[in-house]
């Protein structure tokens, strides 16, 4: 059973950083497929990062060179580093997890709020 487990949100104002963390377990890390996704009240989830299993970065127009996704094959788990981070960076981060053969596995969330 894959368990994905966020923590590092916060609340924090306009132009500074937060680090989420992703703990995961029940499947074979290093075959995984890692991403962070956000969805805002009202809004529909989207995409922030994804990091392949060879660690080959993606992410959207919105957060590209602010965000930065990482890994850490040998301790299950998967970093989010968000630089100058904007109000409307503002929603709940949730980690995800592909693994072949399987659909999408998702966290709980974690909440992340910038004021302006």
């Known amino acids: 059973q894959v368990q994905l487990v966020e923590s590092g949100g916060g609340l924090v104002q306009a132009g500074e950083s937060l680090r989420l963390s992703c703990a995961a377990s029940g499947i074979i890390f290093s075959d995984a497929l890692m991403g962070w996704s956000r969805q805002a009240p009202g809004k529909q989830r989207e995409w922030v990062a994804r990091?392949?299993?060879?660690?080959?970065?993606n992410y959207p127009d919105s957060v590209k060179g602010r965000f930065i996704i990482s890994r850490d094959n040998a301790k299950n788990m998967v970093y989010l580093q968000m630089n100058n981070l904007k109000p409307e960076d503002t929603a709940v981060y949730y980690c995800a997890a592909l693994v072949p053969g399987s659909s999408w596995s998702w966290g709980q969330g974690t909440q992340v709020t910038v004021s302006s």
């Open positions: 990091i392949t299993n060879i660690g080959v970065e």
